[in-house]
């Protein structure tokens, strides 16, 4: 297996969102927090030969660093269809020969009923602006009923809501860990040209 390094190395060239939209919290995955959580998945035997779906895709940067690991196929789901022609092109430029079905659609309404062992990873919405709060929450219900397995990028502060909402729905949250970047100012209402984002990752056995 080649080290989390090289897959931040690989990943490095992916672009991040051209015209960013705050609605959809359109902030791009640093490549060393996707390197981190996708070589997690893969030392955890989630990502070869199985089919990775990403929820709320963006540019790719999930997909793409899983496309690396030798899975069957993977699917970035994206409501944004700008965001998936920049995929595409990250797709070109990382320059993996995994299939990848870059798919615009509503993650609460996936049009996605996979039958092969399948693997969601995400950075979904976090619901941290007013009136949005539990964003994340859609999210994993379509990762419950999509796969048997889930790795999710959540607002540190979310364990307790994590695991309830996995026992409520027939999972069990078996890692954790957390993991923080800096996030360039992208929108108006950013105050400071960089922020610390401190997340939180799980690990979600669904049954
Ligand atoms: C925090 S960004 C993460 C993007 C990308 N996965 C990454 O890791 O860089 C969340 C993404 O979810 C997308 N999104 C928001 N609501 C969505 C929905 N209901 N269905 C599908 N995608 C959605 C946004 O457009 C955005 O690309």
């Known amino acids: 297996m080649a080290t989390k390094r090289a897959l931040e190395g690989q990943l490095a060239v992916v672009a991040g969102f051209e015209n960013p939209r705050a609605a959809l919290e359109q902030y791009p995955t640093p490549p060393e927090l996707a390197a981190h959580v996708v070589h997690v998945a893969d030392l955890q035997g989630d990502v070869e030969g199985r089919t990775v779906v990403d929820l709320g895709a963006g540019t790719g940067m999930l997909a793409l660093g899983a496309a690396l690991r030798g899975p069957a196929r993977v699917v970035g789901l994206e409501l944004d269809p700008a965001a998936l022609a920049t995929a595409r092109e990250n797709q070109r430029r990382v320059g993996t020969t995994t299939p ?108």
Request: aromatic letters at 12%; a negative charge; one cysteine or more.
């Open 100 to 207: 990848i079905h870059w798919v615009v659609g509503d993650a609460a309404r996936a049009p996605l009923c996979p039958t092969e062992p399948t693997t969601v990873v995400m950075n979904p919405p976090f619901g941290a602006q007013k009136g949005r709060e539990g964003a994340d929450r859609a999210f994993l219900a379509a990762a419950a009923s999509l796969a048997d397995v889930s790795y999710s990028v959540h607002n540190a502060g979310s364990r307790d809501f994590v695991e309830a909402f996995a026992a409520d729905n027939g999972g069990e949250v078996t890692h954790a860990f957390r993991a923080a970047f800096a996030l360039d100012r992208q929108f108006d209402f950013h105050e400071a040209d960089r922020k610390e984002i401190e997340t939180e990752v799980f690990r979600i056995e669904w049954n």
